[in-house]
C-alpha cells in the first residue's frame, strides 16, 4: 500500500476492497488504524501500481499458461523506456520487477479450474452498513460430474522481497467465497461459488492459496468486523493536511 504524503490529493472511498479487507483481519490495532485511513482516503495523485505486470500475467494464464515469450517482451519494452520522470521509470521498473519474478516463480492455479478468463471489477457486496468492493484479477469456472457449472475467483500478491502470510491469503480467500456465496443468495449470480476454484496467488513465494475450509465461519467474522468499521468510518480522521 503506498504512503499517503502529507501533500497528496484525496478523496473519500466508501468502502474496502477484498485484498485491504483481508490484511485488516489479520493486522495489529494499531495497523488497523493505519489501513482504515490509507481505505478511506484515497490518494488522487498517481501511485506506483502493478497494471502492467496483473495484465500481461492474467493475458498469459487465460491464454493457458504456456510460451511466455510475451511476458519476456513485455520486460523487455518496460526496462527499455526507462525514461521520463521518476515517476514513471520507477513504475516501469517495479512492473518489470512484478513480471521477472512471476516468471521465477511461475506459481498455480487451482488444479480444478476448467477455463481460466480475466476478470472484471464487480459491483460491490454490502454487508452490515460497508461496502466491500471486489475487483479479482482471474475468474475460474468449471462444469463438475453433475454437470453444474461452478465458478471462483482469482486474486495476484506481490510484494518483492517479501512472502504473502498464509493467514493473510486464507482471509482473502474466505471473503471472496462469501462475496460469491452472497450475491447467489441475493439473486445477484446465476453460477454457483466453489471454494475449490477461489484462490490467492502469492507471485513472490510461487504460491497458489485456495480457500480454507472454514470459510463460512470466517465470512460471518468479517462480517462482525465489517459491523465494527461502519460504526467507526465516519469518525476515522484524514491525514494531517490533506487536500480533498
Known sequence: ???IKKTHSLRVDPGMSIRMLADYMTASEQAKRTLLTRAKYVPIAPTIQHDAARE???T?????????D???QRIEILKSGLQGSQFEIDKAENNADYLERYLETLPPIPAKAHEVLIGNRMPP???EGFAIRCAPDLVFKRVNQRNVAKMGMGFLRYSKGKALPPE????QGAIAVGYLTTKLQQGLAEIDPDRDLTAVIDVWAGQCYTAPSNSVYRFKEVKAACAGIA?????IPPPP???F
Do not use: F, Y
Not at 60 to 68: E, N, P, R, V
Not at 168 to 171: E, F
Open 1 to 3: 500500500m503506498p504512503e
Open 56 to 58: 500481461s500475467i492474467t
Open 168 to 171: 493473510t491469503a486464507c482471509w
Open 70 to 72: 510475451d511476458i519476456k
Open 125 to 127: 457486496l454490502h454487508v
Open 241 to 243: 493536511n490533506a487536500v
Open 231 to 235: 460504526q467507526r468510518w465516519k469518525q
Open 60 to 68: 498469459h494464464l487465460s491464454s493457458g499458461a504456456g510460451a511466455t
